[in-house]
């Protein structure tokens, strides 16, 4: 395929704005997929997306699209939206030339729609802003307009104005990309942006061609460890995998070549022709990991399976950092890194749906360095106001330094209910800075939990003790006997709640009389007990834990 008909490009937007719909239609336009009601965002292919309605991994899509007499191919990278997940934005961006920049008609830019034009701004790629949902009634494209030319200096005459819902002008969104966006470069030149273990084909490779071609049998090298390989099978993501001869510039397709291990297909390394070297591509900046938790199977019989599943599932995310762990009380695990609360859950979703797994987790903490004595004189303040900018006369744009425990759990729900939905929020890193911490236990029945040990500011830690204990008497059933629940620093009882004993008896409602209803409520009945934690004598809802811990 002739390099100057092939163009790269992804859709960015906060989320919600109508990426996936735009993806759905673009892919229909051009035939890539029937136009059915099942095949509603194709893109999002986990069961856990389907059910968030929200894109963790980026996906890709090869479209042909005929434009004045010609064919051309358009590889579209669908992004995740969600600030968690801004590192897939930003692998995907990296194999692109350009962006379609989605704002909502009605909400206008939000903080995600900010961060995301930075990304594929400082990545200097085109960016053609689009305006999305116009079909709404209380839809504003002009004041939207007036929007992006101030925040992203944009003339308002590039905004495109449609409604991926009812594909109103989306035939043209495709004809602006073929003539914005500029067309690749002619050495092998190839960007790994994902990466994927296949237990029968070894690692899959997902990769951005900037230049030249690659064919089956090719000598190919990567670039990060220097080490050869012999291209066995390659092919272009329409979004399924369709086997080719040869790569051109500007597709964006996978590679298999006898690769063992993931980190051999390092996201973010360049691949080149082994008697064609050429300067490796600037890559992008490694995911960070912001919240940790630690993770332990239910039972640790299933020690062996639930570490399998781990890292299958790691193999697939690589934003997932991970160490071995061990407590007394949970037996052997793991502390795993996470970008975000939401990452978090979506890999216990995954780890329970894609692997029946039936895990613990332990209460997220954010990363902390620990300082000498002297050095915590320094008072840390909670949060910091930077800047303001007015984005029109209804919106502003604030900058704030927080502490990352503050804002880790709940804060951005929080936001979004005081603010009745309208406020959006994104965050990058800061760095450290010192503060007065102290660690907090809590108990029952004197035991400790070890899910539950937090690290929390010292004039936070007599609230915070007193509310965990309050809601942990709300999420654990009454059992046969009383439960004192308390929160401590070192010995010292700093709060205390009392569960009531209470007697539960399934049965009782019975009467004696039918028996396959009995059997059905004692099944119940066990089933509830697998999602048990046992703590001494008592037992604990499995997601008691993170329910605790999101704030009302
Ligand atoms: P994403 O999070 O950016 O991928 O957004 P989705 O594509 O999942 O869309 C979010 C919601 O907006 C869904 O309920 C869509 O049906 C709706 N939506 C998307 N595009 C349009 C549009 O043009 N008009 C209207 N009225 N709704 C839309
Ligand atoms: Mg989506």
Redesign the pocket.
């Known amino acids: 395929f002739p390099v100057e008909r092939i163009r790269n490009f992804s859709?960015i937007?906060?989320?919600?704005?109508?990426?996936?719909?735009?993806?759905?239609r673009l892919l229909e336009i051009t035939g890539a997929i029937a136009k059915t009601a099942s095949n509603k965002?194709v893109l999002?292919k986990l069961q856990v997306e389907r059910e968030r309605?929200?894109?963790v991994k980026a996906q890709t899509a090869s479209l042909f699209y005929q434009h004045d007499g010609q064919t051309y191919l358009l590889n579209l990278i669908?992004t995740p939206?969600h600030v968690d997940f801004s590192y897939e934005v930003s692998r995907s961006i990296s194999a692109c030339q350009g962006v379609l920049l989605?704002v909502?008609?009605n909400q206008g830019i939000q903080a995600q729609t900010v961060a995301n034009f930075y990304l594929a701004f400082e990545a200097q790629l085109t960016i053609i802003p689009v305006i999305?949902?116009?079909?709404?009634k209380n839809a504003d494209p002009e004041r939207v307009e007036k929007q992006i030319e101030k925040v992203f200096d944009i003339p308002k005459e590039e905004c495109i104005r449609?409604?991926?819902?009812?594909g109103?002008n989306v035939d043209q969104v495709l004809q602006e990309v073929v003539k914005r966006i500029p067309p690749v470069d002619d050495l092998f030149k190839a960007l790994v942006f994902d990466s994927t273990f296949d237990h029968y084909r070894g690692v899959v490779a997902n990769i951005a061609l900037f230049g030249g071609r690659v064919s089956r049998g090719d000598k190919i090298v990567s670039a990060h460890l220097g080490k050869s390989y012999e291209v066995n099978e390659l092919g272009l993501l329409r979004p399924d995998e369709h086997p080719t001869e040869t790569l051109y510039a500007g597709q964006v397709g996978y590679v298999i070549a006898g690769m063992k291990e993931v980190k051999e297909a390092q996201i973010g390394d360049t691949l080149y022709l082994h008697k064609q070297p050429v300067e490796a591509l600037p890559g992008f900046k490694p995911a960070k990991s912001m919240v940790f938790a630690g993770m332990y199977p239910m039972d640790q019989s299933e020690y062996t399976a639930l570490r399998s599943a781990v890292e299958k599932l790691m193999l697939n995310d690589s934003s997932v950092t991970v160490q071995k762990d061990s407590s007394l009380a949970l037996g052997a695990g793991w502390r795993l890194g996470f970008l975000g609360l939401l990452h978090m859950e979506v890999f216990n979703q995954r780890l329970e749906q894609e692997y029946n797994a039936s895990v613990i987790v332990t209460a997220p903490t954010v990363p902390y360095k620990a300082v000498l004595a002297s050095a915590k004189l320094i008072k840390s303040r909670r949060a910091v106001q930077k800047n303001m900018f007015y984005i029109d006369e209804h919106r502003v744009m604030i900058k704030y330094i927080f502490p990352l425990n503050e804002i880790v759990v709940d804060f951005y729900d929080q936001l979004k209910s005081m603010s009745s939905g309208y406020a959006s929020f994104d965050y990058e890193d800061a760095g450290y800075e010192a503060a007065d911490l102290i660690k907090m236990d809590f108990l029952l029945n004197g035991r400790p939990v070890e899910e539950l040990a937090t690290i929390v500011h010292k004039d936070k830690a007599y609230s915070a003790g007193k509310a965990i204990c309050e809601r942990l008497k709300e999420s654990i059933p009454r059992q046969m006997f009383e439960i004192a629940v308390q929160a401590a620093i070192g010995s010292k009882i700093i709060a205390r709640e009392t569960i009531k004993a209470y007697r539960k008896n399934v049965l009782a409602k019975c009467y004696g009389g039918d028996v396959t209803r009995k059997m059905k409520l004692l099944k119940k009945q066990a089933e509830g007990k697998k999602k048990l934690r046992r703590i001494g004598n008592i037992d604990v809802p499995k997601d008691a834990f993170i329910n605790v811990l999101k704030r009302k």
């Open positions: 859709i937007a906060h989320i919600d704005h109508g990426k996936s719909t735009l993806a759905d965002q999002d309605g929200i894109t669908d939206g989605i909502d008609a999305n949902k116009i079909d709404l449609i409604s991926a819902k009812l109103t």
